[in-house]
């Protein structure tokens, strides 16, 4: 398969060299109660009303060289997450300790030299690209801003990099609106690899392509990841994308993580009531399947942020909520090795 007008080859299989997973003492990326609250202000006065609790109290590793998956319904904390971790936004409170270095208690040059390792594939590749820089230009910046390369070094550092994401150096002096878009999403890609990071965030880094393009940058990701040994935080909503590239998976709900396990635990086993209400939606390629198989149709929209229900986040939508579901939060247990849920009816589901 190749991508629009690049004559470029792309596998559609992942790569089979073998990955490097990630000991228990080998975490890269360690969260901790992150809480992210932004303010709602009304009046002249901007007087503070209220708060929307976009993240509220999530935990959870990820090893070096791993993909964590991040899903849930639009609006769940999954991007702001990502940011949080990132320090695009300030955190409200909690830690995020990336390499032994906790980045919410750093600032100025530490951070801006922190940033070297941790970079982030924005969502949108038309608004992510300066329209009045060339590609060349857009993939070198960051070179030039951590004084990385310049000169022929920098020249070819750009070219090495169009190579790696399969498009041709050439392209260097083309606009962005003279790419597609996933040309651009390569791009964007590319610029993120400037710096040699370890970690980067892929904020719904698919979501606006077309479905073959999809699977062409999810190769691509795939194959950079075993190729430099790089970890993401993987955002998406589509559950059978995140299956693809995740080894673990955590399930986002109203800024709340749900559940989390590996990836094929999560297809196999689904113990919360709203991962599986997800994964009964996920389409299935066999028409007699798909017909036959039961459906989980949630009633009612996802409560307000600002003002989210008291007792399991969950229980204004589930079909099994109990009495103990309205009145107290459920906390995160153990289901099996490496697999956990916060949910009062485990047992029973």
């Known amino acids: 398969m190749s991508d629009e007008s690049t004559g470029t080859a792309v596998s559609d299989q992942p790569s089979d060299a073998p990955r490097q997973r990630a000991s228990v003492e080998d975490v890269l990326v360690d969260v901790k109660n992150l809480v992210k609250y932004f303010p ?89 690209l300066d329209p009045r820089m060339t590609a060349g230009d857009i993939i070198g910046e960051p070179l030039l801003v951590h004084k990385i390369a310049k000169g022929n070094e920098y020249r070819e550092r750009v070219a090495e990099l169009l ?91 109203l800024g709340k993580i749900v559940e989390i396990t590996t990836s094929d635990q999560l297809y196999a086993n689904p113990r919360h009531p709203y991962t599986i209400s997800l994964l009964s939606a996920v389409p299935i390629p066999d028409p007699v399947v798909d017909r036959t198989r039961e459906r989980i149709v949630l009633e009612g929209d996802v409560p307000s942020p600002m003002n989210p229900p008291g007792g399991c986040p969950f229980h204004t939508r589930c079909p099994q909520a109990t009495d103990i579901c309205r009145t107290q939060v459920p906390e995160m247990k153990k289901v099996d090795e490496g697999h956990m849920a916060s949910c009062h009816l485990l047992d029973a589901i």
């Open 163 to 253: 190579s790696m994401v399969e498009l041709d150096p050439a392209v260097a002096s083309r606009y962005p609106h003279e790419f597609s878009g996933g040309q651009r999403q390569r791009l964007g890609i590319a610029r993120a690899l400037a710096v040699n990071p370890d970690f980067i965030v892929c904020d719904e880094a698919v979501s606006a392509l077309d479905v073959s393009i999809q699977a062409q940058i999810i190769t691509l990701l795939m194959r950079l990841r075993e190729e430099f040994n790089l970890t993401y935080l993987f955002i998406a909503h589509d559950l059978a994308v995140v299956r693809n590239i995740s080894d673990r998976v955590a399930v986002m709900y």
């Open 40 to 128: 709602v202000t009304a009046g002249v006065l901007r007087r503070k009303v209220g708060d929307v609790k976009a993240v509220d109290d999530v935990s959870f590793t990820i090893g070096r060289g791993e993909t964590l998956g991040l899903v849930g319904e639009s609006g769940c904390g999954k991007t702001t997450t990502g940011r949080c971790i990132l320090q695009l936004y300030d955190v409200t409170s909690g830690s995020v300790v990336f390499n032994d270095v906790d980045l919410v208690q750093t600032k100025g040059e530490q951070l801006r030299r922190m940033r070297r390792h941790m970079q982030l594939i924005f969502q949108d590749p038309f608004a992510s």
